[in-house]
Structures are given as structure tokens and as C-alpha cells.
């Protein structure tokens, strides 16, 4: 993949905040809403989210996740979204933590558990770039 393709996806990623999440646990799929912070060196998001909740018990059962941001629009000329795929366990670096915050400051005083996804394959549809246009990313291509 191009380096300006892999940015076409970083930069619509960047654009948005709010992310799909789909777990699964003995065959019965799971999906909620997170807000995220898109760290680009690790190809990684980051959320919070309480051990309580039903997608963070699937998740440590299962750490195979998939991600979906979607643009919304009845126009499907500009039509845009990825599909990622990847792992989640619980965050362990500092750096993406103070990251996190500084995306969502109000965020701390709730003091909330941080997750990190690792993602392993990004699919970005761009509709401006021609019907139906795909643009894949990789993890192996980082290296």
C-alpha cells in the first residue's frame, strides 16, 4: 500500500470519533458504540470501557474483535467508511493513555478502564475515489 493511501485512511479515521465494536462469545455476536482515540504509530484504538459490560466479557473470552466507522450520508457518491479487524486487551502503555485524555479530558474524573485494539486490517471504502474504490492496509506492510 501506497504511504498516501495508508494516510487517506489515517485521515478519515481522524476525522471521526465514534466507532462500532463487534465481539463474539460461543457464536453469538455482539456489537456497541465506543468513542475512540486513533493512535496512527501503532495502528491501534483506544477506548474506555467498564470490565462489567457485556462486549469487555466477550472480549476477554475472546480478544478477536471487529471495528466499524462509517460515514453517514444519503448521498452514495461519498459513501466512505472502514472495516478493521483486529485484537483488544486491556492498555498497558502510558503514552496512549495520556493520549486518551487529552481527546477526552472530562473522561478522567470518571476514571474509567482504557482498552487498547490492536488492528491487523483496515478496508476503507471511498466512493469519491470511484464506485465501490477499497483501499487495504495490512498490519504486515507496517514492518
Not at 7 to 24: A, E, K, P, Y
Not at 25 to 38: H, I, R, T, V
Not at 75 to 85: E, I, N, P, S
Not at 118 to 131: A, E, Q, S
Request: some cysteine; charged content about 20%.
Amino acid at each position: 500500500m501506497r504511504t498516501v493511501d495508508f494516510q487517506r485512511i489515517c485521515d478519515f479515521i481522524g476525522q471521526h470519533h465514534l466507532l462500532t465494536l463487534s465481539t463474539v462469545q460461543e457464536n453469538l455476536p455482539y456489537g456497541c458504540s465506543a468513542f475512540y482515540d486513533f493512535h496512527i504509530q501503532t495502528v491501534s484504538f483506544v477506548i474506555a470501557s467498564d470490565i462489567k459490560t457485556r462486549h469487555i466479557h466477550n472480549v476477554l473470552d475472546n480478544p478477536n474483535v471487529a471495528v466499524t466507522i462509517a460515514l453517514e450520508t444519503d448521498d452514495v457518491r461519498t459513501l466512505r467508511g472502514v472495516q478493521c479487524h483486529g485484537t483488544m486487551a486491556e492498555l498497558e502503555s502510558s503514552v496512549l493513555t495520556s493520549e486518551y485524555f487529552k481527546t477526552f479530558p472530562y473522561a478522567k474524573i470518571m476514571r474509567p478502564r482504557l482498552w487498547c485494539i490492536t488492528v491487523d486490517t483496515i478496508k476503507f471504502t471511498d466512493n469519491r475515489l470511484g464506485f465501490g474504490k477499497k483501499l487495504i492496509w495490512k498490519r504486515e506492510l507496517l514492518v
